[in-house]
């Protein structure tokens, strides 16, 4: 049982390892930063507007949630009409 957990720990750390050494997720954002302030306020409206017109969608159409809390696994599916 004790060389599973080992094992794993070594799979584990090769993987992050290797898996490290290709991640670019936020090599724009120097170049983003350097376009200006008023491109880069353009950007963050553009890309934030869906979100906050949905949010602002939903808070006036009456959608809620309960804090009642599910077991695992579970999930709760509303239907509004």
Do not use: C, H
């Amino acid at each position: 049982m004790k060389k599973n957990y080992i094992l794993r720990k070594i799979i584990v750390g090769i993987i992050f390892i290797f898996g490290f050494n290709s991640l670019n997720a936020q090599s724009d954002m120097v170049q983003l930063l350097a376009t200006g302030k008023t491109e880069a306020n353009m950007l963050i409206t553009d890309y934030a507007s869906p979100f906050l017109e949905t949010f602002g969608n939903n808070l006036n159409n009456g959608w809620y949630s309960t804090a009642a809390p599910l077991k695992t696994g579970r999930f709760t599916l509303t239907i509004g009409g």
